[in-house]
């Protein structure tokens, strides 16, 4: 069974950094395209970024140049790295598995932001 499990969230300053992981566990993981979305109180869930399992990755223009996402295979786990925050990074923020076209979600850390 693939679980996902994310840490590193926590309060900043805006202009601060923070480095979320996301650790899976039953997963062919390698081989796999990890997602990092996030959800703010009373918004929808949103994607933020992603990496495929050749490593290359996008970003939503919101994070574009802030935020880098990576991988270590070696390790089952995704990295977001987030710098240049702001409140309106604010969120419950989580990372998503696809897997034989299954989507396994973990459940979420919070970053907060203070301006």
């Known amino acids: 069974q693939v679980q996902l499990v994310e840490s590193g969230g926590g309060s900043v300053q805006a202009g601060g950094s923070l480095r979320l992981s996301c650790v899976a566990s039953?997963?062919?993981?390698?081989?796999?395209?990890i997602g990092w979305y996030r959800q703010a109180p009373g918004k929808q869930r949103v994607w933020v970024a992603g990496?495929?399992?050749?490593?290359?990755?996008n970003y939503a223009d919101s994070v574009k140049g802030r935020f880098t996402i990576s991988r270590d295979n070696a390790k089952n786990t995704v990295y977001l790295q987030m710098n240049s925050l702001k409140p309106e990074d604010t969120a419950v923020y989580y990372c998503?598995?696809?897997?034989?076209?299954?989507?396994?979600w973990g459940q979420g850390t919070q970053v907060t932001v203070s301006s």
């Open positions: 039953g997963s062919t993981f390698s081989s796999n395209y």
């Open positions: 990496i495929d399992s050749g490593a290359k990755t």
């Open positions: 998503r598995l696809v897997e034989n076209s299954k989507n396994y």
